[in-house]
């Protein structure tokens, strides 16, 4: 069984960068799927991104301006955030799956969450 933890959530300002880490212990994230997503306050939960070994899909809004990768050497994934906007601003997970599709849902494992806030 896997372990997600995030780490990299901080303040920042509208057009600033930062990058969101998943580390994993337990198991080996290789054999999985993953999926960031994010809530902000009085807003459901919505997908930001996945990454299988196949393909990596993003959510509209962020599509461009965020990148997804695996550090398979460290067993993480990296949510790369550029140029952020105040609507970025939000709990931020990570989850995964034990398949090869990046997708929306079927997530079995996720991580606590850290708090992005953006500042304009």
């Known amino acids: 069984q896997v372990n997600l933890v995030e780490s990299g959530g901080r303040v920042v300002q509208a057009g600033d960068s930062l990058t969101l880490t998943c580390d994993a212990n337990g198991d080996t994230l290789r054999r999985y799927s993953i999926g960031w997503f994010r809530q902000a306050p009085g807003k459901d939960r919505e997908f930001v991104a996945a990454?299988?070994?196949?393909?990596?899909v993003y959510e509209d809004s962020v599509k461009g301006r965020f990148t997804l990768s695996r550090d398979n050497d460290k067993n993480a994934v990296h949510l790369q955030m550029n140029n952020v906007i105040p609507e970025d601003e939000a709990i931020y997970y990570c989850?995964?799956?034990?398949?090869?599709?990046?997708?929306?849902?079927?997530?079995?494992?996720w991580g606590q969450g850290p708090q992005v806030t953006v500042s304009s």
């Open positions: 990454i299988s070994w196949i393909t990596t």
């Open positions: 989850a995964a799956k034990q398949d090869s599709k990046a997708c929306r849902a079927g997530y079995g494992y």
